[in-house]
Every structure is written in structure tokens, then in C-alpha cells.
């Protein structure tokens, strides 16, 4: 479900009041495919609830380029939704998750396998709450930019 920052804040605290494991990652998630999928059914086996940091189309222009992303932030939020793993999905606009990871004060971050420990935005904030930085593996062969380099040369 797609939610507001001040509204999650609210929810991650009651949820912290419970007892339950807030997990939180972040992407672009522009045209979703199996590695993306296989990513988040993981990443939410680290806790009981799983929020995704959804960058906003100028947020992904920034970091990708002009030319995307190919699918609008909110037809994004609309499919990253529908996946069963996903509980909350919330849209961040800078050119990294750390003020959403400060305020949401998640006991995980987790990131792709693309990344180490060292490289991941907000990994200090969550450590220093106690909590914990999970690198998942990448799954072979899946990714974005192929998806749409395959698609781009089918039309040539």
C-alpha cells in the first residue's frame, strides 16, 4: 500500500510498540522482473514487516538518466504493491533513502548484492539503533537495464 512519510512514521512506531521487525529497502524498481521479486520474498524473511523506499521519477532521472524511468512512480508504487512480500510502499524524492531511514528507524536495511555493507545509505543510522545491514544476492542475468537493452535492440 502506497503511504504518506508522516502516516509510515506513525505505523513503524506502533509497530515497534508491538514487538514486530521492520525491514526497509530502497530502489527504482522501474520494470519489475524475477531478481527484483526474488529480492523482496527475501528481504521480507529478515522481519515481519517489509517497506519499500520508492524513488520518484525525478529521483530516478537524476540517478538513471533522461530517459527514465520507463514506468511513472505511481504505476510503480501501484505493481510494487501488489506483491505479496510488500507491506508498505512509500515515495522519496532526494537522491538517497537517509532522511526516510532516519525517521523511519528500521531494525534492517537490506540492499542487493551490488552493494557492501559500506556502501549502503542510512547502514550507520540503523546499526547505531541496534539494528542490523543485510546484503542480498543478486539473482544472475536479471536485471533493468538489460530488460529494456534487449527491448531497444528487438526494434531495431
Not at 38 to 47: C, E, H, V, W
Amino acid at each position: 500500500m502506497l503511504i504518506s512519510r508522516s502516516i509510515l512514521a506513525q505505523v513503524c512506531q506502533e509497530l515497534r510498540l508491538a514487538g514486530k521487525k521492520i525491514v526497509f529497502t530502497n530502489g527504482c524498481f522501474d520494470i519489475l522482473h524475477a531478481g527484483h521479486v526474488t529480492y523482496l520474498d527475501t528481504a521480507k524473511r529478515l522481519g515481519d514487516v517489509l517497506i519499500i523506499g520508492l524513488n520518484t521519477d525525478d529521483s530516478v532521472r537524476r540517478l538513471k538518466g533522461e530517459h527514465r524511468p520507463v514506468n511513472s512512480e505511481n504505476d510503480r508504487a501501484v505493481v510494487i504493491s501488489a506483491l505479496k512480500s510488500v507491506d508498505y510502499v512509500v515515495l522519496f524524492d532526494e537522491d538517497t533513502p537517509l532522511e526516510l531511514i532516519t525517521l523511519l528507524k528500521p531494525n534492517v536495511i537490506a540492499k542487493g548484492g551490488d552493494y557492501t555493507p559500506e556502501t549502503i545509505v542510512g547502514a550507520d543510522v540503523v546499526r547505531q539503533q541496534g539494528g542490523e545491514v543485510v546484503v542480498i544476492p543478486l539473482v544472475a542475468g536479471k536485471s533493468t537495464t538489460a530488460i529494456i537493452q534487449k527491448a531497444q535492440s528487438n526494434c531495431t
